[in-house]
């Protein structure tokens, strides 16, 4: 097993220096999400109950569209220099290959994540410091990473792929955007850990399902 995650974190790693090289995904990403946010918290007013109502889609709207865009570039760099074909030949099981795209599109999310939430928190008037909020974040954002490396992969050669990323991915992960939106609306009430539950079992069922769904359909979608 150690020797299994020693390979993904290989391929993370290389991801990750990358991506500090260039900053090709955070910057363009943090850009459209933050603009999301501020156009919308012109658009309401902060201090109204219609803000409060509508605070939890618009945080969700920012982090799906900006995790779409990042989405389309997690091969950008095998699929631009043509070096897919050598990470295919490199002795490590094609699972192997997917865990660490996985992990680069997770952790690269988070980032996202950490600084648009502490500026929809300021921009809406609410309070910055809320654990709930984070974990909720966190697993919708694992459900949703999976799946969207799965189609990252599977559009990666064609000529459609910014548009066919989002058709094909969107209503997959529908259900994890619709739970994380309630749950969000319920922790942004305050209620209590019992009343989001539910919201909480399906994120929970939808990441193991499209985990395993996704590892076992690698294979296949990145062969020729």
């Not at 993904?8 to 991506?19: H, L, M, P, Y």
């Not at 501020?38 to 658009?43: K, L, Q, R, W």
């Not at 939430?117 to 984070?134: C, W």
Request: hydrophobic residues 60%; neutral net charge.
């Amino acid at each position: 097993m150690k020797g299994v995650w020693r390979k993904v974190s290989v391929i993370f790693w290389k991801d990750a220096i990358n991506e500090l090289r260039t900053k090709e995904i955070i910057g363009s990403v943090l850009v459209f999400a933050l603009l999301v946010l501020v156009i919308f918290s012109f658009t309401f007013n902060p201090s109204s109950g219609t803000a409060k109502l509508v605070a939890p889609g618009i945080l969700w709207v920012s982090f799906t569209f900006s995790g779409v865009l990042g989405l389309n570039r997690v091969f950008s760099v095998e699929r631009d220099n043509s070096h897919m074909e050598g990470l295919k030949l490199c002795p490590v099981e094609r699972s192997v290959i997917y865990w660490g795209k996985l992990l680069s599109s997770f952790i690269f999310m988070l980032a996202i994540e950490i600084i648009i939430t502490p500026i929809f928190l300021i921009l809406f008037n609410l309070p910055l410091f809320m654990p709930r909020l984070a974990l909720i974040i966190v697993m919708a954002t694992a459900g949703f990473a999976s799946v969207g490396t799965l189609f990252s992969a599977l559009a990666m050669n064609t000529r459609a792929r910014d548009i066919l990323v989002p058709i094909l991915f969107l209503p997959i992960v529908v259900p994890v955007i619709i739970a994380g939106v309630e749950a969000t609306a319920l922790t942004l009430e305050g209620r209590a850990w019992g009343d989001m539950s539910t919201w909480l079992q399906i994120i929970v069922a939808c990441d193991i399902i499209y985990l395993v769904a996704a590892t076992l359909a690698f294979d296949f979608v990145i062969e020729e």
